[in-house]
T-cell receptor, first 110, second 113 residues
């Protein structure tokens, strides 16, 4: 089993719909992150959490929200999806040494 | 704010040729430095990392990187590229006490037979 699991792997949704992307990890790490990847822009940080009671905005948090349900689970929500949120989304965890990434969720908003 | 620059958006090399991908970070305290690779349709895989000590670090898949403090650089190298190395490469930094990985925009490597 993967250390960091994202569901779904692919999703097509309509403009205005609410959608949740889920992330779970088996690494036992406190630090979790959500990034989005767009061609030519690299990975940009959306939200991060350093423990269950800690939620912080990243550089591009507008239009997104998160929930840290447990140490192992960190969900990203789009309350009302719009086409420019079409992207590849990555969840990551980090220990003191390195970050570990999920396989990504490819989201298309039509 | 911390930042990472990868000056080359695309690099094309012939199979068997040497490779160098550039990465520069913003001035200030020396961060932890990383190189990741992303194959098509895949997540990110760590190639190598630098925290301190020897400035030449060895990674997986025959890659190495050299940290140069005077140039604020951490360039990735490989002496002989294989077709399977075609992928997107990302440089990342984490400043001490920040705990937040910041990524460059990536360099797409194209390998010609």
């Amino acid at each position: 089993d993967a250390d960091v699991t994202q569901t779904p792997r692919n999703r097509i949704t309509k403009t205005g719909k609410r959608i949740m992307l889920e992330c779970s990890q088996t690494k036992g790490h406190d630090r979790m992150y959500w990034y989005r990847q767009d061609p030519g822009l690299g990975l940009r940080l959306i939200y991060y959490s350093f423990d269950v009671k800690d939620i912080n905005k990243g550089e591009i948090s507008d239009g997104y929200s998160v929930s840290r349900q447990a140490q192992a689970k960190f969900s990203l929500s789009l309350e009302s999806a719009i086409p420019n949120q079409t992207a590849l989304y990555f969840c990551a965890t980090r220990d003191s040494s390195e970050a570990f990434f999920g396989q990504g969720t490819r989201l298309t908003v039509v | 704010a911390q930042s990472v620059t990868q000056p080359d958006i695309h690099i094309t090399v012939s199979e068997g040729a040497s490779l160098e991908l550039r990465c520069n970070y913003s001035y200030g305290a020396t961060p932890y430095l990383f190189w990741y690779v992303q194959s098509p349709g895949q997540g990110l895989q760590l190639l190598l990392k630098y925290f301190s000590g020897d400035t030449l670090v060895q990674g997986i898949k025959g890659f190495e990187a050299e940290f140069k403090r005077s140039q604020s650089s951490f360039n990735l190298r490989k002496p002989s590229v294989h077709w399977s190395d075609a992928a997107e490469y990302f440089c990342a930094v984490v400043y001490p006490r920040s705990y937040i990985p910041t990524f460059g925009r990536g360099t797409s490597l194209i390998v010609h037979p």
